[in-house]
């Protein structure tokens, strides 16, 4: 699988959707020990905890937030090694399709469903190793990988 440094670690990723992303961060990382790894403007924070992860997204500041089902306040996202494929597989069986499969500046290909219960599940396969500086993110805290 293509490493990506604009990726944060762990293979199921949960995306959680708060008002204020800062703040979000700020209280996560102090309450339960989590550190900021990434701030991409100011709608989402990769936030990590030895070695997994999650993203704080904004309400209506992405694909987990999108209202859907009198609004969403999570979504998972999975790394998969064949996006396409998996794409492919998902639709075949039912998934409700929201977007299918694009290449992004970071470095990572995507697409994401809606399960029978109405939960978002955004795949995506690392397809270059992006530095996030390239594409606008920027790096939070020292010592930050």
Known sequence: MTQNRSMPPGTIIPELVYDDVATAAKWLCETFGFRERLRIGDH?????????????VARGGGRASRPSRGGVTHGLMVRVEDVDRHFERAKERGANVLSAP???????????????????WTFTESVADVAPEEWGGRRAGAGNP
């Open 44 to 56: 989402r924070s990769q936030l990590v905890f030895g070695g997994s992860s999650l993203i704080v």
């Open 102 to 120: 694009e290449t992004f500046p970071f470095g990572e290909r995507q697409y994401t469903v809606e399960d029978i219960g109405g939960h978002r």
